[in-house]
């Protein structure tokens, strides 16, 4: 089991930046792979960045690259994800979530996920 707690989150106007983090806790969550995905709303959720186990590799949905970065602290089993050049069309709802080792863009492989926190960006 693996508990997820997203933070960061809040009200910054177009164009700013935010930290969103992930504190992870429960058995080896430094062997888990997380995924950053966000959910509008009345839209899907979709995905955001991943970033494996060791830190190693990472993946961005395209309208992300250049603009967010995801990284991680496995001393302090934190996952974050700075995000830049925020845009109204940013705003929803970020979760995190964890899979076993090897990332994923598909949000039905995660197994574990947080309850997320709320990105608002103002035009």
């Known amino acids: 089991q693996v508990q997820l707690v997203e933070s960061g989150g809040g009200v910054v106007r177009s164009g700013g930046s935010l930290r969103l983090s992930c504190a992870a806790s429960?058995?080896?969550?430094?062997?888990?792979?997380v995924g950053w995905f966000r959910q509008a709303q009345g839209k899907e959720r979709e995905f955001v960045a991943t970033?494996?186990?060791?830190?190693?590799?990472?993946y961005y949905a395209d309208s992300m690259k250049g603009r967010f970065t995801v990284s991680r602290d496995n001393a302090v089993n934190t996952v974050y994800l700075p995000m830049n050049s925020l845009q109204p069309e940013d705003t929803a709802v970020y979760y995190c979530?964890?899979?076993?080792?090897?990332?994923?863009?598909?949000?039905?492989?995660?197994?574990?996920w947080g309850r997320g926190t709320q990105v608002t960006v103002s035009s």
């Open positions: 979530a964890a899979r076993f080792f090897t990332i994923a863009t598909d949000r039905t492989e995660y197994m574990y």
């Open positions: 429960g058995d080896t969550a430094s062997n888990y792979a």
């Open positions: 970033i494996n186990w060791s830190g190693g590799t990472t």
